[in-house]
C-alpha cells in the first residue's frame, strides 16, 4: 500500500529566507504532483515530476524528485507572503494513465513579515 | 471553458437523508474522480472513472456510490448519509495518461447532523 508523508506539516517562516519541504514515498512511482490549495479554495496544480531527477522552477518555488530515494522536494526561495498557503505532494502509484492518486496531508506555509 | 464545476457549493443533510453531489467538466477528459478532504487527513480517494460506463473503488468507497454515463458528469451517491460523511467533497478531471495533472473543482463543503 502507497504511503506518502509529508514535513513538515506546518511550517512558519519569515519573509525572505528560504526553506524546504520534504515528501516521502513508500513503493515505486515516477509520477509525483505538487499542488497548492488557499484556505477555502480548490487545489491548483504547481509542479509535474515525472522521471528521476526531474526539476521544475515556477517564480520562488523549485520541485525535484528522486525516484530511487522515493522522495520530492519543493524549495522555497526568499518567502513572500504570496505563498502562505498549504501545499500538498500527491504520487501515482498506478500503472498506466492516472489513477488512485495518493496524497500527503500536507504542509501549512505561513509566510510572516 | 468552465473547467470542473461542482453542485452544490455547500449542504446539510440530516443523518440517514440521501443526495447526490453532481460533478461535471467541459474539457473531454477521461478520467473523473471524488475526493474528500478532512483536516489534517490530505484528500482521500472515493471513487473514479477512466471512461463513460467504467468506474472502481478507491482508498474510502463505503457509504458512497458513483456512475458514468456521459464523459462530461460523474456524480457522487451518499446513500444513507452518516455525520462521519461530514467533510469537504473535490472532484477532479484529467487526460487518463501518465504525467497528466488532475484539474479539482472548488468543492461541496457538506455537513451532517
Known amino acids: 500500500e502507497l504511503k506518502v508523508e509529508q514535513n513538515p506539516l506546518f511550517l512558519s517562516m519569515q519573509e525572505g529566507k528560504n526553506y524546504t519541504i520534504y515528501c516521502n514515498y513508500s513503493t515505486t512511482s515516477d509520477r509525483l504532483y505538487w499542488y497548492r490549495q488557499d484556505p477555502g479554495k480548490s487545489l491548483e496544480s504547481l509542479f509535474v515530476l515525472l522521471s528521476n531527477g526531474a526539476v521544475k522552477q515556477e517564480g520562488r518555488l523549485m520541485a525535484s524528485l528522486d525516484t530511487k530515494a522515493r522522495l520530492s522536494t519543493l524549495h522555497i526561495t526568499a518567502a513572500v507572503h504570496d505563498l502562505s498557503a498549504t501545499y500538498f505532494c500527491?504520487?501515482?502509484?498506478?500503472?498506466?494513465?492516472?489513477?488512485?492518486?495518493?496524497f500527503g496531508k500536507g504542509t501549512k506555509l505561513t509566510v510572516n513579515p | 471553458n468552465a473547467g470542473v464545476t461542482q453542485t452544490p457549493k455547500f449542504q446539510v443533510l440530516k443523518t440517514g437523508q440521501s443526495m447526490t453531489l453532481q460533478c461535471a467538466q467541459d474539457?473531454?477528459?477521461?478520467?473523473m474522480s471524488w475526493y474528500r478532504q478532512d483536516p489534517g487527513m490530505g484528500l482521500r480517494l472515493i471513487h473514479y472513472?477512466?471512461?463513460?460506463?467504467?468506474?472502481d473503488q478507491g482508498e474510502v468507497p463505503n457509504g458512497y456510490n458513483v456512475s458514468r454515463s456521459t464523459t462530461e458528469d460523474f456524480p457522487l451517491r451518499l446513500l444513507s448519509a452518516a455525520p462521519s460523511q461530514t467533510s469537504v467533497y473535490f472532484c477532479?478531471?484529467?487526460?487518463?495518461?501518465?504525467?497528466?495533472?488532475?484539474?479539482f473543482g472548488p468543492g461541496t463543503r457538506l455537513t451532517v447532523t
Open positions: 474539457m473531454n477528459h477521461e478520467y
Open positions: 477532479a478531471s484529467s487526460y487518463f495518461t501518465q504525467g497528466n495533472e488532475q484539474y
Open positions: 500527491a504520487v501515482d502509484g498506478a500503472q498506466g494513465g492516472s489513477e488512485k492518486l495518493v
Open positions: 472513472s477512466v471512461g463513460a460506463g467504467i468506474t
